[in-house]
């Protein structure tokens, strides 16, 4: 096998699937560049695995185009869309050997023995299964399974590989390892990854393009950093980064709420960014906290919005209390409350407003505040 496979860019236009009157893809466009990782991200029954298997030819659409490498491949069986898949089962074959799994596809296309056995010898240095070609799958621990059905997919040397969330039967330390070998081995090889995940960590830290689906539609698709400094819709906004997003009603923001003249809106601001001030535009009232170690999680409800600080771990709070919450404005988003939508035009002015608040304003400095 080359040191390096040439990938092919995928493109989705108008995918539509249901199931009964039950719309499972809806109008999906999506560009997946050659070469890349494209991470289909979503809750259960978002319609990403539908996706895959749609671009696999494994589900047919009721409408759309499927393109791969400047291919109409909609009306194309699997066979003939020169793509290589792994699933969330692995579905090895229980009673051949390691090296006959891997080579099995190779065997079905009648590949000379020679170039097999050349291509296996690579492929299970690459994966380090070489001490292991002659034990059963049986015999194997989660993650060497694992590798074996990624040699099978990549000994097959396709431009385009699918995997439909392969890493949800190991345990938490082998997906860590595994999600570091399957991006390094992409990038090393070069072939346009689509990978079907429910886990935003897995996302975030191996694609380069995240596609977020929610109820068979396209949500945002951009790279993982895009996604989190300026999340699309407020489904976005939730969805990536932990803990969610707080979106704050207007209203709670006593000081500038008639500043802002508006109840159609809702203000994003990330957990993380908030601190614990003197004097904040946020006053709120301490509901929970949690100690983390290197980090508190103070919950509090500010009006009638519940929201979360993350704080570090040496700030102290206590139920009951009242403490000031500050931020800066380039960390405020606002979206639309009735569409969910960014709005962007509306941002500085809301985010100026909002933080001029703190101006005159006095607040009782709250327990456990650095500085106290």
Not at 168 to 188: C, F, G, T, V, W
Request: some cysteine; proline content about 6%; charged content about 25%.
């Amino acid at each position: 096998m080359s040191a390096t496979t040439q990938g092919q860019a995928i493109l989705l236009r108008g995918i539509t699937k249901s199931w009964g009157e039950t719309p499972a893809v809806d109008a999906v466009d999506l560009e997946i560049q050659e070469g890349k990782f494209t991470a289909l991200l979503g809750p259960s029954g978002c319609g990403k695995s539908t996706t895959l298997r749609i671009i696999a030819g494994l589900e047919y659409t009721d409408a759309g185009a499927v393109w791969i490498g400047g291919r109409d491949v909609t009306a194309l069986p699997p066979a003939k869309r020169n793509i290589a898949m792994v699933f969330q089962s692995y579905a090895l074959f229980p009673h051949l050997s390691v090296a006959e799994n891997i080579v099995f596809g190779l065997r079905t296309r009648r590949v000379a023995p020679a170039e097999r056995q050349e291509r296996l010898k690579r492929v299970a240095e690459m994966l380090e299964l070489s001490p292991y070609l002659d034990r059963k799958p049986a015999q194997l621990s989660g993650g060497q399974q694992q590798r074996v059905a990624l040699g099978r997919a990549i000994i097959a040397e396709r431009p385009v590989c699918l995997m439909d969330e392969p890493l949800s039967n190991l345990d938490a330390r082998l997906r860590h390892e595994m999600r570091s070998e399957i991006r390094a081995l992409q990038r090393k090889l070069g072939f346009t990854m689509v990978y079907v995940t429910h886990d935003q960590v897995e996302a975030i830290t191996m694609a380069d393009q995240v596609a977020l689906m929610n109820q068979g539609r396209l949500e945002q698709a951009a790279a993982p950093r895009d996604i989190y400094s300026r999340p699309a819709t407020v489904f976005a906004a939730r969805f990536i980064g932990t803990p969610p997003m707080n979106l704050i009603p207007p209203q709670a923001f006593a000081e500038a709420a008639g500043a802002l003249q508006s109840e159609d809106v809702l203000i994003g601001i990330r957990p993380e960014v908030m601190h614990l001030s003197t004097q904040g535009p946020l006053t709120a009232r301490v509901t929970g906290v949690e100690f983390l170690g290197s980090e508190t999680l103070i919950d509090c409800v500010a009006g009638d919005g519940a929201l979360v600080v993350k704080a570090p771990g040496t700030v102290e709070a206590a139920p009951g209390e009242e403490i000031a919450i500050g931020f800066a404005p380039q960390d405020v988003h606002v979206f639309d409350r009735g569409s969910g939508t960014r709005r962007d035009e509306d941002r500085e002015t809301i985010a100026a407003q909002l933080c001029k608040s703190n101006e005159n304003k006095e607040v009782r400095q709250a327990g456990g505040i650095p500085g106290r």
